[in-house]
T-cell receptor, first 117, second 112 residues
């Protein structure tokens, strides 16, 4: 089992550009969550996708958007990049068990390190 | 007041020491309490999770939750150099929608 994979590993962009990050969930998982981790900080929740729909969203502007495909893989898009968007972007997958109070463990990928110059 | 407070460290201890990592939180709606370990240039991995107040042990690791004080701890016994990592406390609301709320992380270095 490959676990959660993310691509690319590193990315350098300039202000104003757009970026797309990709995530493949762990085999059997149907839910993908995205987090932003700034240097020296804990991950911050961006949004979560289940059944190709955004189920909930954190406190991030509309410049951050996403998509989930029928095979459960997901993309994170960020438009009009700012210097403050430089961070490690983490994807986590899990198996949704809605209503039970606790879904299966969230497994994190290695992340994509985005640098905005 | 921040929703989660975690001492960022860094914490440096000799091999074999007992390590205590702590977080306080303010949101009474948190129902699940977790500790993640993150090695440099890696994603976080779940170490332990607990639901109720009290202690939960797994090998050299013990997670402790005090809901009345809104305080959680992770104890590492007989610490090893391989324990050197950043430890993140994390919290989850009940009722589905597993949006994790993380602390800032404590960087731990265990030297031989």
């Amino acid at each position: 089992d490959a676990g959660v994979t993310q691509s690319p590993t590193h990315l350098i962009k300039t202000r104003g550009q757009q970026v797309t990050l990709r995530c493949s969930p762990k085999s059997g998982h149907d839910t993908v969550s995205w987090y932003q981790q700034a240097l020296g900080q804990g991950p911050q929740f961006i949004f979560q996708y289940y059944e190709e729909e955004e189920r909930q969203r954190g406190n991030f502007p509309d410049r951050f958007s996403g998509h989930q495909f029928p095979n459960y893989s997901s993309e994170l898009n960020v438009n009009a990049l700012l210097l403050g968007d430089s961070a490690l972007y983490l994807c986590a997958s899990s198996l949704g068990s809605w209503g039970t109070g606790l879904t299966d463990t969230q497994y994190f990928g290695p992340g994509t390190r985005l640098t905005v110059l | 007041q921040k929703e989660v407070e975690q001492d960022p460290g860094p914490l440096s201890v000799p091999e074999g020491a007992i390590v205590s990592l702590n977080c306080t939180y303010s949101n009474s709606a948190f129902q699940y309490f977790m500790w993640y370990r993150q090695y440099s240039r890696k994603g976080p991995e779940l170490l332990m999770y607990t639901y109720s107040s009290g202690n939960k042990e797994d090998g050299r690791f013990t997670a402790q939750v005090d809901k009345s004080s809104k305080y959680i701890s992770l104890f590492i016994r007989d610490s090893q150099p391989s324990d050197s990592a950043t430890y993140l406390c994390a919290f989850l609301f009940s009722g589905g929608y597993n949006k994790l709320i993380f602390g800032a992380g404590t960087r731990l270095a265990v030297h031989p």
